[in-house]
């Protein structure tokens, strides 16, 4: 397990401005919340309470003066702004396109406009131009864990794929055109890799089992619709090397919409892009209210958004999907239970 | 006498081809045979050619000019619902068909140039939209109308 000290997590990312500690608590009326969601559990280690954004898929282009550049932009003002101030900022990955470094220079000069430090974890569009080589260069890391207040957070590169592309002697542009169709038929199933794994057993190994425990991959820990690898093959080994935790929040990029499941003790939410939102695929939720409305194609900031997470004392999570547009059913305007 | 005997010839000729010519070209009982199973193979390679052509163009980032492509937002044509224009579509702002719904989003979204609504390339991305979608029901403001359809495998149709 990496221990962090705050001087240390400001170093890693990059950050000079000072976070504030968060003494109060982000809570309207549990009762007025979607009835279902993580019970916090007595026995639970108790934190002290916080607050922390997340911001995913950002999918810039090395255009001058994209849209997208100018929402993510929104995006970095709009957490800037939210009170209390979240102790710092979770990235879930495509903060590119088409992997571009200039993309990824592009999108740090942009988050580097937070007023808080940020962690981040690659996604598929940052990564298969040259296997992940620059965003290494300007991020660091591609898994990290550290400890906040109490709670242990976790990030995961989630988009390893088998090797489809030695064989077919493809170009790593080729390469990266075919990662890019999110139906691609033909790229396989990604996962963490057994490498990550040994790295995340031994992570938590001296954890006590009553450890809050967050974990951000890009994609979700559970078999959402694989043909868009709305999925993590091995989520399985990693669902069952948390499962000695009394309870674990995940929460995850690619999906673009509002989500949210609940496997033994994890419960998982997804996260709002701030470049395009997707259909729901053809599969039945498991949460079927905690859906996001129909967004407006002629309103290009509908069915985008930023995320602000309050942990209570007692590890009770409260996710704000904050759309930018009127995007949210009234059950989810005050917030979703994590 | 000679006149008469030419007059019933002339008559009789006339007859016989009026029927020939009905018996040819008018017979409303002969109907064409059935498509045999080879030409009905021929007609649908025909047809999934434009299909793959659509599902490239679909997938192309060539038709804007902001690096979007359809597939961007409409994976596997998902929210689309090819089967259900002609519609009054509000961002049209009038009753349109698929094919002008596409160029609307060339235009807008993708901020490229219209296709001609007539051109083999919308043909094609109209075909691919809708093959992928044979069989769904027409379900106004049900779900089915923003998700997507179940493919299964490959690109959605057969690839040869």
Not at chain 1, 271 to 284: E, R, V
Not at chain 2, 125 to 148: F, L, N, W
Request: charged share 20%; glycine share 8%; aromatic share 10%.
């Amino acid at each position: 397990m990496e221990k962090v000290s705050r001087r240390q997590f400001l170093g890693m990312s990059t950050k000079a401005g000072a976070a504030t500690i968060v003494t109060g608590i982000f809570a309207p009326s549990l009762n007025s919340m979607i009835g279902f969601g993580g019970v916090a559990q007595a026995a639970t280690k108790k934190i002290k309470p916080f607050n922390f954004a997340v911001l995913t898929d950002a999918h810039l282009y090395d255009i001058n003066d994209h849209k997208f550049d100018g929402i993510l932009e929104k995006a970095v003002s709009d957490v800037n702004k939210i009170s209390p101030r979240p102790d710092f900022v979770l990235y879930a990955g495509d903060i590119g396109q088409t992997g571009l470094e200039a993309e990824l220079v592009k999108g740090k000069k942009i988050l580097d406009k937070l007023k808080m430090p940020y962690r981040i974890i690659p996604g598929e569009h940052d990564y298969y131009l040259d296997m992940g080589k620059a965003w290494r260069g300007l991020y660091g890391n591609e898994h990290w864990s550290f400890d906040h207040n109490g709670v242990h957070f976790i990030g995961m590169n989630s988009i390893l794929v088998k090797d489809f592309w030695t064989a077919k002697k493809l170009t790593p542009h080729e390469r990266m055109a075919w990662m890019e169709e999110l139906e691609c038929h033909k790229c396989g199933a990604w996962g963490v890799g057994s490498e990550q794994l040994d790295w995340l057993k031994k992570d938590v190994k001296n954890l006590a089992p009553n450890t809050p425990v967050v974990i951000m991959t890009h994609s979700p820990l559970w078999d959402y619709y694989p043909r868009w690898n709305f999925q993590t093959y091995d989520a399985p080994d990693i669902r069952k090397i948390l499962s000695k935790f009394e309870r674990v929040v995940s929460i995850h990029g690619h999906v673009h919409q509002v989500l949210y499941n609940k496997i033994g003790n994890i419960s998982s939410a997804g996260l709002l892009s701030t470049s395009w939102p997707w259909p729901y695929p053809p599969i039945k939720l498991p949460y079927p209210d905690v859906k996001m409305n129909r967004a407006d194609p002629g309103d290009f900031e509908d069915g985008l958004g930023t995320h602000n997470v309050a942990l209570k004392s007692d590890f009770a999570g409260m996710m704000d999907y904050r759309a930018f547009s009127d995007l949210l059913p009234a059950n989810l305007k005050r917030g979703l239970k994590i | 006498m000679k006149y008469k005997k030419h007059s019933k010839f002339a008559l009789f000729a006339l007859i016989a081809a009026s029927l020939a010519f009905a018996i040819v070209f008018l017979n409303p009982v002969q109907a064409k045979p059935p498509v045999s199973k080879a030409e009905m193979k021929k007609q649908m390679n025909i047809l999934l050619k434009a299909v793959k052509k659509g599902d490239d163009l679909w997938h192309t980032a060539k038709l804007g000019t902001n690096g979007l492509a359809c597939g961007n937002c409409h994976p596997d044509g998902s929210a689309s619902n090819p089967h259900t224009w002609p519609k009054y579509q509000t961002n049209l702002g009038k009753v349109g068909t698929l094919r002008e719904m596409i160029n609307w989003c060339i235009l807008v979204p993708m901020q490229g140039p219209m296709l001609d609504l007539g051109g083999d390339d919308m043909i094609a991305m109209e075909a691919y939209a809708t093959y992928t979608h044979r069989g769904v029901k027409i379900a106004p403001a049900k779900d089915e109308q923003h998700g997507a359809v179940p493919v299964k495998s490959g690109p959605g149709y057969p690839l040869k």
